[in-house]
Structures are given as C-alpha cells and as structure tokens.
C-alpha cells in the first residue's frame, strides 16, 4: 500500500505515547510465527477490523475538532459585538 505511510517511522518500529496509532499501522502489523500459534487469517480480519474502527474514531474526532474551533470562532465575534455594542450606549 503506498502513499498512505508516513516513511520516517518503518511499521515494525513502536509507537510513543505522543504518536497517534494510524490505521495502516494495523493493518500491516506482522507478528512471529509460532509453533503451535494463533490462525494469522483470524489475526489479519481483527487486525482489519479494528483499523476500520480507528478510522471511524479519528474521522469523528476530527469533526469535532473542526466543529469546535468554528464554535470558538463564532462565541469570539459575538463577544467582539456584545462588548461593542455595550461601549456605545
């Protein structure tokens, strides 16, 4: 999957706290082979599914972001007005 990784981190290596986890991430973690280890399809479906649901989540958390600096922006510029029209009476 090009054009989706940030290229200064290599998927195997760990995330710090300050980094946020990206969905890719998921979906192209590999882990050791065992002797007697888990089914990699099961590993790989869950590992999909949660990056769909990480995808969600930022998406949203997004949205909000945006949607909360336009309420600050909007509560600004009517405070400007109040404080305004309150000079002039």
């Not at 949660?50 to 600004?76: C, F, M, P, Y």
């Amino acid at each position: 999957m090009t054009g989706r990784r940030d290229e200064s981190q290599p998927p195997a290596q760990a995330n710090s706290k300050d980094q946020q986890l990206r969905p890719w991430q998921i979906r192209e973690r590999c882990f050791n082979v065992r002797r007697r280890g888990l089914d990699p399809v099961e590993i790989r479906t869950f590992l999909h599914q949660v990056a769909d649901e990480l995808t969600v989540a930022q998406t949203a958390l997004r949205a909000v972001q945006e949607e909360n600096v336009r309420i600050k922006n909007a509560l600004r510029s009517w405070q400007s007005s109040q404080s305004a029209n309150r000079l002039y009476r």
